[in-house]
């Protein structure tokens, strides 16, 4: 994880989907999506066959840089191509993400209810993390959730297999050749197992989801074993995740940000990045959502992810410091409103400017269920991830009941699969 990961951002960089509009439109856009897959798999195959001749380059370059014989006997002897990985690096995905869509799934009453079992669990390492990095406890529980929802789901890819077969195909190779030079530094080093060594299909890996290079610079011991060692170490990944958001900028004691009231009409300055005090933006009208007074010489930025009709938000330099995790504001929403859940603070007050809401990971779980119970094909999973197949059933749904095809799990949806 760093400021250039590649996950996430696919998903989450643009809140507006661009739905097909009818059934024919729909099945035009998933014949063009399956064309390029095909095409871009054609690609990967063309790779694969000088996919030898490249990984004795990279053992070279390696071995060059100080990777020793053992440790490429280890990784790269019996590396194989792996042919699924170039369309996910290269195809983006047809279906995208509206933020009450993606807020909806990440700040649930159950990732809630999870995390503060994991904070009371693990409170000794989160004591330690925070007093060591000066980092907020909540924060670092937040970044854990959303990342690989406290350790269910690190990715089961081998990080080697992606990072060399990203190395010699797709996009960004020399990106990719570096993560994989810090890769086998990470073998070299005794902190990872080949055989453990497994992540998302870029390369990020461990409960809190980093890059390799990223683990070099910033990963800490925290639990004293002479290892770093984010996969088997729950303090390790939450002492690392403290240390990385404490070099990326995070003031202890500060407060992410407000939920704040726009006055009525408002058309004045907004933006992430503008920072200008507290007290000047109470000036233009803003009151704090909660009440309490916004004043001071604090710089922060008016953040309006859905526009002037929907939730508000002065940001400060600590959400800043979230956002250098992952370079998307969705993502760094998610986090900052999760650590308030987890604090025992309210959720959102303002509504977002939708008629048809997202749902939570067990309401999505109820529409897969019921989608089956209709006869639709998900593999027998409700596992309350909308992957192609539930978004292929939902729309046929929707084509047949008279809702716009658009494939969302939304409360329409589900408020028609239960009549």
């Not at 993560?179 to 299909?201: C, M, T, Y």
């Not at 920072?275 to 710089?299: F, H, I, V």
Request: with cysteine; net charge positive; hydrophobic share 40%.
């Amino acid at each position: 994880m760093h400021k250039n990961r590649v996950m996430h951002v696919q998903n989450i960089a643009r809140f507006r989907p661009r739905w097909p509009a009818a059934k024919a439109g729909f099945e035009k856009a998933w014949l063009l999506l399956a064309l390029g897959i095909v095409l871009t798999q054609g690609q990967g195959q063309a790779a694969g066959a000088e996919f030898e001749t490249c990984v004795a380059s990279l053992r070279a370059n390696a071995q060059a840089q100080g990777t020793t014989s053992a440790t490429l006997a280890r990784t790269l002897d019996s590396v194989q191509f792996d042919p699924e990985i170039i369309p996910l690096s290269t195809n983006q995905p047809e279906f995208k993400t509206p933020i009450w869509d993606y807020l909806s799934g990440l700040v649930d009453q159950e990732r809630v209810d999870d995390g503060r079992s994991m904070m009371q669990r693990h409170a000794q390492a989160f004591a330690t993390a925070e007093q060591r990095f000066s980092v907020d406890r909540a924060v670092i529980a937040a970044v854990w959730g959303v990342e690989s929802d406290f350790g269910r789901g690190f990715g089961t890819r081998p990080v080697i297999r992606s990072l060399t077969t990203l190395s010699c195909a797709g996009p960004r190779q020399s990106y990719f050749r570096s993560e994989l030079l810090a890769a086998l530094k990470i073998v070299q080093n005794g902190d990872i197992e080949p055989s453990q060594f497994n992540g998302s299909w870029a390369g990020a890996f461990g409960h809190t989801q980093f890059m390799p290079s990223t683990f070099l610079r910033t990963a800490v011991d925290l639990d004293g074993d002479g290892r770093r060692d984010l996969i088997n170490s729950v303090p390790d990944a939450l002492g690392s995740t403290a240390a990385y958001l404490r070099k990326g900028g995070w003031t202890p004691g500060l407060e992410w940000g407000y939920e704040v009231l726009l006055p009525p009409h408002y058309a004045g300055p907004s933006g992430r990045t503008r920072k200008e005090p507290l007290a000047t933006w109470a000036a233009r009208g803003l009151r704090r959502m909660d009440g309490a007074p916004l004043s001071g010489a604090t710089p922060a930025g008016l953040l309006l992810p859905a526009g002037p009709t929907g939730p508000a938000f002065l940001v400060t330099r600590n959400f800043e410091a979230i956002y250098s995790y992952n370079a998307a504001e969705s993502y760094a929403l998610a986090i900052a409103l999760l650590s308030n859940r987890l604090r025992g603070r309210p959720g959102l007050v303002a509504a977002w400017p939708t008629d048809d809401p997202g749902l939570s990971r067990a309401e999505r779980r109820e529409v897969q269920a019921l989608l089956m119970r209709q006869g639709y094909d998900l593999d027998g999973k409700a596992d309350g991830v909308i992957g192609t197949k539930s978004r292929q059933a939902i729309s046929d749904f929707q084509q047949r009941h008279g809702l716009a095809p658009n494939g969302r799990a939304s409360a329409s949806v589900l408020a028609a699969l239960r009549r």
